[in-house]
């Protein structure tokens, strides 16, 4: 006996008993229910190429039933329908059927044409149908390549990159509750599976993605990836990154070019993740399926072999230094191959696997040991062999010693083994020569063997690091990407792995779709008509893979002495003859048998079945290999030999088989998915040319029949897909029932059957919203088409448990609410007492160490606590009490004062140390620097102040004695000697030697000096004395002659000229000597000229306060003993006030003025900078720098704009160029930017690991997400700014994604950016950060691009703009934009293109405007936005402001006082326009005001509240509360009485003294509870009576303790089923003549409707122009006119004369739906007329609202009546308003 409930249905729309398939098969595409043709209908029609198409009934001719297709080229015009794709489909193909066939066709119905996301939500299912909404979703202009079967997914391959990936999706499907709320995408199934993960149960999850070659796996299974990655965030390790840069691995190394795919995975993976308790990824492994092997040596035409060779050889002159690679017309195994694959750059493929062996761990020693390997293989089929006596040799050693090299082994090793075969008989060994063919043979086994064991290798170090510190087991998540069933003219061993797997995943699919089901129906009790069926396969899969089965033959044949594949297919068809899925040619002879697998037919060719099937390497592999020099294949060898020694180990009797192994894999496989949640994700391949836009029938059905996808369809649309257990059921969902009865539910004693009926009869209102009956006469045989009860289970259809799971959140959400109150009150209850706490520690910190109280060195730290260390020690206790209070939710009490504190006394221990550090000093600046900062900080008590002040005077006299000491010595000048002993003496040096600073040795100095100027006085004197003996003997001579000659006269002639030459030499020496002396101003040498020159510099850089200089000028005066003491004096005083932050703060205090009274501003400005650079290098004075930032950056960018626009690659003023470099170079200094130590940094690698943050990482590339934004975005940009930095990751390669992913993300960042200026400036220092030291040129390159974009499409604010555009001059210098001449073209172009962006922008003050918002619930909120924004983005702030979780459903209404209207205004309009029109508008009607309302777009019939948004419920129901008593007219009074005694029980506190003194009647009460006609149209007391007792009728019934979002759902759903529920209404007249200056629909639009109409629905023949009246009996009546999601209606204002109050007034709607009689084709409004362009039967004397009745009495009559196309005109003030609100419905669906 089964018990069920009935009328269970919740819309009309839901499917009637009796429309289901019929029993059997799937029919072609038949009517479940023969019925005659009607002409004018449309069938689905078989067509030879396009599979069905949807035609219209035209007639018959004789035994032929003629059809023309309503699809084509020109089917839609203007605003019609949705831009399609041309196609190839003919426009009105005339097609004939048999009568007899046409009979049986389907009917077309408006949702089966129109591509619904569900195929399962369509009434009735055919063939027809399914392909239909396939090709109709892949052909739109935006094709919707995904399409749901329930929960299964049909992803078809677009061939192009489209922009449904971006961050913005996947952030909609992480947050989304169901997944089936969003439309199909790959990512609802990522959702569902990390649901899975995350329910309590803790299921597995499993991601099965099948699919024929280029039907797109490969990048599904990476989408699915990513998003999974990403919602599993917060693992550690990287593993996210790890996981996904497994792809370019396996790729390159996996994946090759084939005639049906140019990047084809030729091997199958399980990718399993480990998934924690917290639901973050602990670890993964890989395990691979079936590589083949044979494409290594070789490829079909229009093939090319593995991408990896091709990657290396495109890459080859990078590795040229490593290894000798040549063009792939050098490589036998590739040279007769597609060198190139369209789509793949196998240049950035290359870059893509570096990166990838990078982060998994791969030296960069093992990833050139890889390459070797793989360029090895290559080079092995150069090898050639040549006959050579019995054996073979080598025809040369050049390719045989190039294979030695690469492989790192000796070639005369390598070469043995291709020559020698060695035979093992009974333990003895011998060798035997090779024939050529064997050679080759041996020569291709080994090339398969390394490349093969090489792919292991990578394996197994893949999961090494995937897996490291992860657990063994646990919870998991896995994707299964494996090759699809294949049938090619010679099928192999491959084939048959390839295809038996398939039949397991196919097993599987029928065992969790079809079997698992039906076995529940029967055991259950619950009958099911013939129609749920499905083709079982476990014969196939016993036939292949089971102990007597095909593989098991051919496993102990490979056993068999002198076997072949000939005894084998022997053995096959004697054991398998009688096999139903076997197939024996009727030709025998070919080595060919058959199998009629799940997919269809396939014939395997048994040639090298054997042989393929062994699975032992040669002998002589582990040997040569392990004495390789390469770690990469000693692993190899030592793994082959490992392998060896097990299979030889005793016990062993069955020979290991590649067979074996793949099905002991593929069982394991198996397994795992049995113990996991499947997901399916079906890939269907569009058409063979792998082009976008092309849609091949045939193709497409062939696939969705051998997925199953149809019999998935037909088996969901008749079944239950969910069973839940009775005691589960009640679990899950008790708490959608009050409280009241779930305590019934705990106090019973039933059984669980009873007490889900208790439940469910206790939720009906609830969910159902309608009764419960019960049919039969036991009351247990209850029909219900969507919810059964089976002996231990409820079996529900996904509407109704759709509708549990949303009340259940519902539910849940008010709990939920509850815990977090009392959450939230415990936590910050603990944080006020920790606050006590830490601010108690504060205090006594405070109390200890109560510095800095008043002026004096006695005040200071130092003189306290005596030590620096004891300085640190104590401000290392502040910072921990710091920390803790930076945690709290209050404020630090007096935090600015002691943060002050804290920063002097950090700097009074980094003075005290450093005076203690310049004890020995020997520069007497940098002393004087450190003195004048312990001046500054008061702490001149110290004895090594005085100390070093002594130390800086002595420096300052010795360092120029000393060195004019030197110099005089050198030159040997003893007046220079002298005038040093003067100064010696002057200083008493000579007197007190210890007064030398011995770091100068002066002292040795000195008496090298002394010595040496008495060295040089005895010289003198020595030569003195020579010369005075010189003359003495030359008088004494010419004494002697004298006498001797005293009586000869004689006459000595003298030169008078030599006499002149040598008075003019002395005389030139003497004076030469008086101008030296005269000349050396300074002891050191220095001259006069030079002097000034360094006086000059001196005063150069006081007048700017240029430290540096001043420093550098400062030292060469102190050193060259400048006499000049004025200057210098001032010069010296100034370098030590620039150490004072007193100082600085009153000199820029004077550089502020000098630049507001605009004196010298080009030195004031130098000032600034130089000033600004000081405060900042002492760490002082920051609200006076912040200050005069402001001021300079405000100055400056004039300056800079004029510098830089238009010569950005010419010269430049240097003084403004080194002006602007100063004042912008810095990102820092931009006043927008976060203060880092606000910033919260970047996020980390691990849990519970604080991630980089700080001032040296805020602005400097990095690849993990940032906490916060960096810019001063606001609250509700926050979100943004962190997702846009996620995508700028994802673009430059900092995160790994898949092609497609990584696609849209650039457009995605730019929009993002031109969204707000905001934004904009945020996104610029994002792009800025991410170029700045970025290691990857690969990463560079891409950010370029970025930035070019961004320079092409928006400008940050005037602000920035200065700091970008220094940022691009400097890029220019980069080594790493010089080395690329791309990214230095995109660097160049930036500047340009920037340079002309901003020349057009004005610098226009977008202040801030706060504007205050009404809420539709009558409160308001305050927002504070730019005036330039947008209405979109003012929804975005008040939406994150509200907590709102789906601002799209969100818009704006213009209300204005004294209108009773509601305006919708458009997502694009700006702020301050809207105000100055708004203000304009005051002026104008003398006080009329207008204000923005916030409310939903529009209330949609199907929606429901939504516990994750609380805000989002209460201002949905106060909307729908508020169009209930704005009701254009009385409706049902009992219904209109339900909702209001409803909305009294809800509010009953607030009318409590209403009800009980009875007077309900009171004046505005019942406003709050009925709509204003039905007050009008009935008295207030008959209202009140009978709402009074109504109340107390129910209120016996009612749960106190029922949540209140409970009970406004309750009412919501209520007035869901009002006529005109969610509509926009206002009220009109029609009109039959219309001015000409007020038609919007002009007449040449209206002629273009007409003529598409008749060419698609009237066989060409165009109606005349004619106006549809919408009541012929009153013409020109008065409407109200309603428009919503599904069309338009009129709705007569008031009721005919007679009527009842509450009766339903005339009524008419025109819909969107295409196929309606009645439709909305046109629309147009100017002034005060709005237009209507719809269809509906031609008029023929009567309305055709009547015609139509009547033509549904007479069927033969309503064939005869043809929908033409008519205009409606009405006369309302807003006509705009309406035209407008019916295109944004339009567009909405």
Avoid at 195 to 220: C, D, H, M, Y
Avoid at 686 to 709: R, Y
Avoid at 777 to 805: H, P, Q, W, Y
Avoid at 1750 to 1756: M, Q, S, V, Y
Wanted: charged share 30%; hydrophobic share 40%; proline share 4%.
């Amino acid at each position: 006996d089964n018990s069920a409930l009935s009328n269970l249905l919740l819309t009309s729309s839901a499917v009637a008993a009796g429309h289901r398939p019929r029993s059997g098969s799937w029919p072609v595409a038949c009517s479940p229910v023969a019925m005659p043709l009607a002409v004018n209908n449309q069938y689905w029609v078989p067509h030879g190429e396009h599979g069905f198409l949807p035609c219209t009934y035209t007639g018959a001719k004789g035994d032929m039933a003629e059809f023309v297709s309503t699809l084509g080229d020109g089917q839609e015009i203007g605003g019609m329908g949705e831009a399609a794709v041309a196609t190839d489909i003919k426009a009105s193909e005339k097609i004939s059927v048999k009568l007899t066939e046409a009979q049986d066709l389907a009917s077309v119905s408006d949702a089966q044409l129109e591509g619904v996301d569900n195929i399962c939500s369509l009434e009735e299912v055919t063939k027809a149908s399914v392909l239909h909404t396939v090709r109709t979703r892949y052909l739109r202009g935006s094709p919707q390549v995904y399409t749901r079967v329930a929960r299964i997914m049909i992803a078809v391959n677009p061939f192009k990159s489209l922009p449904i990936y971006t961050s913005q999706v996947m952030k909609a499907y992480m947050e989304a509750g169901d997944s089936m709320e969003l439309p199909p995408h790959l990512y609802a199934i990522g959702a569902d599976a990390v649901a899975g993960l995350r329910r309590e149960e803790r299921e597995n999850q499993a991601v099965l993605i099948s699919g024929e070659s280029g039907a797109g796996k490969t990048e599904s299974t990476k989408l699915v990836l990513s998003y999974v990655s990403e919602a599993l965030d917060g693992s550690t390790g990287g593993i996210q990154d790890k996981i996904m840069q497994t792809n370019p691995v396996l790729e390159s190394f996996g994946n090759a070019m084939t005639v049906r795919n140019n990047n084809s995975s030729r091997f199958g993976k399980w990718l399993q993740m480990t998934v924690s308790s917290a639901c973050t990824i602990q670890g993964c492994c890989v395990v691979d399926y079936l590589l083949e092997l044979t494409r290594v040596v070789k490829q079909g035409a229009k093939e090319r072999n593995y991408h990896v060779f091709f990657q290396l050889i495109e890459v080859k002159d990078q590795l040229k230094e490593y290894m000798t690679i040549h063009e792939p017309s050098h490589y036998r195994y590739i040279k007769d191959s597609q060198y190139k694959a369209p789509g793949v750059d196998d240049k950035q493929f290359f870059e893509e696997l570096r990166e990838a062996f990078t982060t998994l761990g791969f030296s960069f020693e093992t990833q050139l040991e890889i390459f070797k390997v793989v360029i090895g293989v290559l080079t092995l089929g150069n090898l050639e062999f040549i006959p050579d006596g019995e054996g073979c040799k080598l025809k040369d050693d050049e390719a045989i010693n190039a294979c030695a090299t690469l492989f790192g082994i000796q070639a005369d090793a390598l070469k043995k083994m291709l020559l020698v075969r060695l035979i093992k008989v009974a333990g003895d060994v011998t060798e035997a020569l090779r024939s050529p063919a064997q050679a080759e043979q041996a020569r291709d086994s080994l090339a398969r063997l390394l490349y093969g064991r090489l792919f292991k290798y990578l394996i197994v170090k893949i999961n090494r690091q995937l897996s490291e510190g992860a657990p063994a087991d646990g919870q998991y998540f896995g994707v299964l990407d494996i090759a699809g069933f294949e049938s090619f003219e010679i099928n192999s061993i491959e084939q048959l792995f390839i295809n038996l797997s398939n039949e397991h995943l196919q097993a599987h699919f029928n065992n969790h779709i079809f079997k698992m089901e039906l076995d529940d129906y029967k055991a259950e009790g619950i009958a099911v008509g013939e129609g749920l069926q499905y083709q079982d396969n476990s014969d196939i899969i016993a036939l292949l893979d089971s102990k007597s089965s095909i593989l098991a033959v051919l496993d102990e044949e490979v056993s068999v002495p002198k076997a072949t594949d000939d005894t084998f297919l022997g053995k096959v068809f004697k054991t398998f003859e009688k096999h139903t899925r076997i197939i024996i040619p009727k030709i025998k002879g070919k080595g060919q048998f058959g199998v009629s697998h799940f997919a269809g037919p396939v014939t395997y060719t048994v040639t090298g079945f054997l042989e393929k099937n062994i699975d032992k390497p040669p002998d002589e592999a582990p040997d040569l290999l392990t004495t390789s020099s390469h770690g990469v294949l000693k692993d190899i060898g030592e793994t082959i030999a490992a392998e060896i020694k097990e299979a030889q180990a005793p016990g062993k009797k069955k020979v290991k088989t590649v067979s074996s192994s793949f099905r002991a894999s593929l069982a394991e496989l198996v397994k795992k998915l049995n113990m996991a949640e499947p997901h399916f994700i079906r890939c269907i391949k569009p058409n063979q040319q792998k082009v976008p836009n092309k849609f091949t029938a045939g193709i497409v059905i062939d696939q969705l029949t051998c997925s199953g996808v149809f019999e998935a369809v037909r088996i969901r649309q008749s079944g239950y897909p969910t069973r839940v257990a009775f005691k589960e059921f009640l679990s899950r969902y008790r708490t959608v029932a009050s409280k009241g009865v779930q305590r019934k539910l705990k106090a019973s004693t039933e059984s669980d059957g009873e007490k889900v009926k208790m439940f469910l009869e206790a939720i009906r209102e609830l969910i159902f919203g309608e009764d419960l009956e019960e049919s039969g006469s036991n009351g247990k045989n209850v029909s219900s088409n969507d919810l059964i009860l089976g002996k231990t289970k409820v079996f529900a259809r996904t509407k109704v448990m759709t509708e549990l799971d949303r009340a259940r959140e519902l539910s849940l959400s008010i709990y939920v609410v509850d815990i977090q109150r009392v959450y939230r009150g415990f936590i910050v209850r603990k944080m006020m007492r920790g606050c006590k706490v830490v601010f108690a520690e504060l205090s006594a910190w405070r109390k200890l160490h109560s510095y800095y109280a008043a002026h004096g060195p006695e005040h200071s730290a130092i003189a306290k606590l005596q030590t620096a260390d004891a300085i640190d020690d104590a401000v290392a206790k502040l910072d921990v009490i710091l920390e803790k209070a930076q945690k709290l939710p209050l404020d630090i009490p007096q935090g600015k004062e002691i943060e002050k504190q804290r920063h002097r006394m950090e700097q009074e221990a980094q003075t005290v140390r450093h005076l203690l550090e310049l004890v020995d000093s020997i520069q007497p600046l940098e002393i004087d620097k450190v003195l004048a900062r312990a001046k500054d900080l008061d702490i001149t008590a110290l004895p090594e102040v005085e100390q070093l002040k002594a130390r800086s005077e002595a420096l300052k006299v010795q360092v120029p004695l000393i060195k004019g000491i030197e110099n005089a010595i050198a030159e040997k000048d003893l007046e220079d000697m002298e005038e040093c002993m003067v100064a010696v003496k002057k200083n008493g040096y000579n007197q007190r030697p210890e007064n030398w600073l011995k770091e100068l040795k002066g002292e040795q100095a000195y008496n090298l000096l002394y010595t040496t100027m008495e060295q040089l006085k005895e010289e003198q004197k020595q030569e003195e004395k020579r010369r005075k003996q010189e003359e003495d003997e030359k008088a004494q001579k010419a004494k002697y002659e004298e006498k001797s000659t005293a009586n000869v006269q004689t006459f000595e002639m003298v030169d008078p000229e030599e006499e002149k030459r040598k008075k003019e030499e002395e005389e030139k020496k003497r004076k030469a000597k008086e101008e030296k002396k005269k000349r050396k101003s300074t002891i050191t040498g220095l001259d006069e000229k030079e002097q000034s020159k360094i006086l000059l510099d001196l005063i150069s850089a006081m007048e700017t306060y240029d430290l540096p200089r001043l420093e550098e000028a400062l030292q060469k005066a102190h050193n060259e003993g400048v006499q000049e003491q004025e200057t210098k004096q001032d010069a010296q005083a100034l370098f030590s006030n620039m150490e004072s932050e007193d100082f600085l703060i009153e000199k820029l205090e004077e550089q502020e003025d000098m630049l507001e009274k605009k004196i010298d501003e080009n030195r004031a400005l130098k000032s600034m900078q130089n000033l600004i650079n000081q405060a900042v290098k002492l760490e002082v004075a920051e609200s006076a720098v912040e200050r005069a930032k402001k001021v300079l950056q405000g100055r400056v960018r004039d300056r800079a704009r004029k510098t830089v626009h238009g010569r950005i690659h010419e010269e430049i003023d240097v003084d403004y160029a080194d002006l602007v470099d100063s004042a912008f170079e810095n990102l820092l200094d931009y006043q927008g930017l976060k203060s880092p130590a606000v910033w919260k940094g970047h996020k980390s690698w691990a849990f519970f690991v604080k991630g980089d943050s700080g001032a040296e990482v805020m602005l400097k590339h990095h690849k993990m997400d940032i906490r916060d934004s960096l810019t001063q975005v606001g609250p509700a940009f926050e979100a943004q700014a962190t997702l846009a930095f996620h995508n700028i990751l994802g673009w430059m390669y900092d995160r790994p994604l898949p092609s497609q992913g990584r696609s849209e993300l650039m457009k995605e960042v730019e929009a993002m950016a031109e969204r707000d200026d905001r934004m904009a400036n945020e996104i610029y220092v994002q792009v800025m950060k991410q170029l700045t030291d970025n290691p990857s040129p690969r990463s560079a390159a891409a950010g370029w691009k970025l930035m070019l974009g961004l320079c092409q499409t928006v400008a940050p604010s005037p602000d920035l703009q200065p700091f970008v555009h220094v940022f691009l001059m400097k890029a220019l210098s980069h080594d790493y934009v010089k080395r690329d001449a791309e990214v230095e073209t995109d660097v160049k172009q930036c500047s340009l293109d920037f340079n002309e962006m901003t020349n057009k922008t004005k610098e226009v003050a977008d202040t801030d405007v706060q504007l205050q918002v009404h809420l539709i619930d009558g409160s308001t909120r305050k927002v504070k936005v730019k005036g330039s924004a947008e209405l979109g983005h003012l929804g975005e702030i008040l939406a994150d402001q509200l907590k709102i979780n789906k601002p799209a459903d969100f818009c704006f209404f213009q209300v204005t006082s004294g209108l009773d209207s509601h305006r919708l205004l458009p997502e694009n309009a700006v702020v301050s326009q809207l105000l100055a029109k708004w203000k304009k508008l005051k002026e104008m009607t003398q006080g009329r005001v207008s204000h923005f309302l916030y409310k939903r777009k529009f209330l949609r019939l199907d929606e429901h509240l939504t516990g994750s948004s609380p805000m989002h419920a209460q201002l949905t129901y106060k909307q729908a509360l508020y169009d209930f008593l704005h009701y254009p007219y009385c409706e049902n009074l009992p219904f209109l009485y339900e909702i209001g005694v409803r909305v009294l029980w809800m509010e009953r506190t607030h009318f409590r003294d209403e009800i009980e003194n009875k007077k309900l009647d009171n004046p505005g009460v019942l406003e709050l509870l009925l709509p204003e006609p039905a007050i009008k149209a009935y008295p207030r007391k008959k209202l009140a009576y009978e709402i009074h007792q109504l109340y107390l009728k129910i209120q016996k019934h009612m749960d106190e303790t029922e949540a209140r979002l409970v009970t406004q759902q309750r009412i919501f759903k209520l007035m869901q089923r009002m006529k005109v529920f969610g509509c926009y209404l206002w009220l009109g007249r029609q009109v039959m003549d219309v001015p000409a200056d007020k038609i919007s629909v002009k007449e040449k639009r209206y002629d273009q409707a007409r003529q598409w109409w008749a060419e698609k629905y009237n066989s060409g023949q165009m109606a005349d122009r004619q106006v549809c009246t919408i009541n012929s009996k009153n013409p020109e009546g008065e409407y109200w006119i309603a428009v919503d999601f599904f069309g338009v209606r009129f709705i007569a204002e008031g009721r005919p004369t007679g009527a009842a109050p509450d009766a339903m007034p005339y009524y008419r709607g025109f819909l969107f739906n295409e196929d309606h009689i009645e439709r909305v084709l046109m629309w147009g409004a100017r002034t005060n007329i709005l237009q209507l362009v719809v269809t509906t039967l031609e008029n023929k004397g009567q309305t055709s609202k009547d015609q139509a009745e009547a033509g549904a009495d007479e069927p033969e009559k309503k064939e005869q009546l043809k929908r033409v196309p008519m205009m409606i005109s009405m006369s309302t003030p807003a006509a705009v308003d309406i035209a407008y609100a019916i295109q944004t419905m339009y567009q909405l669906r």
